[in-house]
């Protein structure tokens, strides 16, 4: 961090800001222009807070000069790192699409979905038994029934699921279904405590953009459970909030190639989220996959009219099939499998 004083600051002041830095265990280099002194805290400079010197006397402003994400960053990683889903690899040359229903309805519901997504040639399946519903009023998801459900549909075809945890008390149940992938949504990204506690676990998790979180803020997080010891993290991107009504969100497609600068880890894409509606989800993952995204997490139901939870958005099976047909189209034109 470089700590910059203003021009008036007395020798007193500036022996402060110098003691400050130490009292933290860092060394302090004065450099003393003309015009100002600019005071450079040498050491890990992650354990100060530009807040924290901005109040003193004499002081103009303070900066870090190196990110506040370490383990997630690039910079301390240059190759990118696959994770592992029971051997499906996210993050390599194949790009992997994540098909399922919003949310686990039925048996038969469940049993025709993980069917669909095998005929598509998919090889993971998502779909939410606990679901952060806008109104409480609203299908809240099937709960622990719902996971039993799930697992039970997804592995007469040996398929790895994705489900979303929204609770720190539901982890010991996810764990105890074997969930392959936890999926922290967008709005639980900045629920620190969950972070946590899915750091100290080794599951893979894709941890969703907060529908409001600048780049920085979604780094962070993923640092969050990084630096509990997990390091499988997926970022999912599912559009954010802007002035426009027209559709549910807006997909941020600049996040693929300014994440796969910043970060080493899998960047997806949720295009389902994003549009709000079928119709625009083949275009949305068509961009997604052409930007650099490593994989999409797509909406499908088998008979999308019928869904209980984000009806307008669900891909038919036949459209499942159809969308993957185009990105076996492009995949290739990028140096890629799918
Ligand atoms: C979901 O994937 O079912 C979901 C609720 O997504 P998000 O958290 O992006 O709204
Ligand atoms: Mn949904």
Same mark, same amino acid.
């Given at each position: 961090?470089? $700590? ?51 109040? &003193? ?41 994540? !098909? ?47 996971? %039993? =459900? ?12 994705? #489900?979303? &945890? =929204? ?18 949504? #967008?709005?639980?990204?900045? /629920? ?20 409001? %979180? ?12 990084? !630096?509990?010891? /997990? ?10 909030? #802007? ?10 497609? #600049? ?13 997806? $894409? ?9 119709? =625009? ?7 997604? $996959? ?9 909406? =499908? ?5 019928? %869904?209980?939870?984000? !009806? ?10 159809? &969308? ?15």
């Amino acid at each position: 961090m470089i $700590i910059v004083m203003k021009r008036e600051a007395t020798e007193a002041q500036i022996e402060a800001v110098v003691r400050k830095i130490r009292e933290f265990g860092l060394d302090a280099n004065v450099s003393k222009g003309t015009e100002r002194t600019v005071i450079g805290a040498i050491g890990d400079e992650r354990k100060l807070d530009p807040e924290q010197f901005d109040i &003193l006397a004499g002081v103009d402003q303070s900066l870090h000069i190196v990110k506040p994400y370490k383990i997630v960053a690039r910079e301390w990683h240059p190759q990118d790192t696959v994770v592992d889903i029971r051997g499906v690899p996210l993050g390599g040359p194949q790009i992997q699409v994540i !098909a399922g229903p919003c949310s686990v309805e039925t048996d038969e519901q469940m049993a025709r979905a993980a069917q669909a997504v095998v005929d598509a040639g998919c090889r993971l399946m998502r779909g939410g038994a606990f679901k952060p519903r806008t109104s409480p009023y609203t299908f809240q998801g099937k709960g622990v029934e719902g996971l %039993a =459900m799930f697992r039970q549909a997804a592995d007469r075809h040996n398929l790895p699921i994705v #489900t979303e &945890l =929204m609770d720190v008390r539901t982890l010991e149940t996810f764990l105890e279904y074997d969930v392959d992938v936890i999926q922290i949504g #967008t709005r639980s990204m900045q /629920n620190f405590d969950l972070l946590k506690e899915v750091g100290r676990i080794s599951k893979p998790v894709i941890l969703k953009r907060g529908m409001s %979180a600048t780049i920085s803020e979604w780094l962070m997080a993923a640092e969050y459970i990084a !630096a509990g010891g /997990n390091h499988n993290i997926i970022f999912c991107e599912r559009g954010i909030r #802007t002035f426009e009504t027209y559709y549910r969100n807006v997909l941020d497609v #600049t996040a693929v190639p300014v994440l796969k600068r910043e970060t080493h880890l899998p960047v997806i $894409i949720d295009p389902s989220h994003a549009g709000g509606k079928a119709w =625009m989800v083949p275009a949305l993952a068509r961009a997604a $996959i052409a930007a650099g995204a490593d994989g999409l997490l797509v909406e =499908m139901h088998p008979s999308p009219c019928e %869904a209980w939870c984000d !009806a307008d958005q669900a891909l038919s099976p036949a459209e499942l099939n159809t &969308l993957m047909g185009e990105l076996r189209g492009i995949a290739p034109v990028l140096g890629r499998s799918i």
